[in-house]
């Protein structure tokens, strides 16, 4: 079992739609949580961090952790072509030095 | 967000050549920076961890000798590919951990495409 999993899609939603990525780890000390965005090229970019079970919104964006079923998901609404990028869910101890990403989620959106 | 600056963005080299590849916080201080690797349509690797002022630690399989890390001061950590080979070719990023409270978010540099001849 990998230590963080994600549907490697690719994933379509229509502009306007909402989009759901999903992720899944094993390791249950987990305890920081985050979303980052990539650009085929490109570096990853920080979208959001959670670290509480529940939801975080940050403007379209929502992150939904549940620590008992080791789950964390993002929400885009209002996709745009522009959110069309690859998902990384990356999962960390304390102080992270053991973080670890997922394979990632291609998301292309469609005008 | 921080700012992270990673240079150079793409480097070409013949192989038997060392490459080094810099990386360093702007407006904040880094204790802890990491280096990723990434082959074509695959995650992020996570190659070391390296620490200001101390030896990096390293991931299994990661060969310490061929990578060389160097992390001297709070804002610049380097990364040395010595003696590329062609498999090196890779697409290295870099991280620095800001410390906010109890958080540690993680910023990306830009990524060093390598490619070795």
């Known amino acids: 079992q990998k230590e963080v999993e994600q549907n490697s899609g690719p994933l379509s939603v229509p502009e306007g739609a909402i989009a759901s990525l999903n992720c899944t780890y094993s390791d249950r000390v987990s305890q920081s949580f985050f979303w980052y965005r990539q650009y085929s090229g490109k570096s990853p970019e920080l979208i959001m961090s959670i670290y509480s079970n529940g939801d975080k919104e940050d403007g379209r964006f929502t992150a939904q952790l549940n620590k008992a079923s080791q789950y964390v998901s993002l929400l885009i609404r209002d996709s745009q072509p522009s959110d069309s990028a690859t998902y990384l869910c990356?999962?960390?101890?304390?102080?992270?030095?053991?973080?670890?990403f997922g394979a990632g989620t291609r998301l292309t959106v469609k005008p | 967000g921080a700012v992270v600056s990673q240079h150079p963005s793409w480097v070409i080299c013949k192989s038997g050549t060392s490459v080094k590849i810099e990386c360093r916080s702007l407006?904040?201080?880094?204790?802890?920076m990491f280096w990723y690797r990434q082959f074509p349509k695959q995650s992020l690797m996570l190659m070391a961890t390296s620490n200001e002022g101390s030896k990096a630690t390293y991931e299994q399989g990661v060969e310490k000798d061929k990578f060389l890390i160097n992390h001297a001061s709070l804002t610049l950590s380097t990364l040395t590919v010595t003696s590329a080979h062609p498999e090196d070719s890779s697409f290295y990023i870099c991280s620095a951990r800001e410390k906010a409270g109890a958080k540690n978010i993680q910023y990306f540099g830009a990524g060093t495409r390598l490619s070795v001849l």
């Open positions: 407006d904040f201080q880094a204790t802890t």
């Open positions: 990356a999962v960390g101890r304390y102080n992270n030095n053991d973080m670890r």
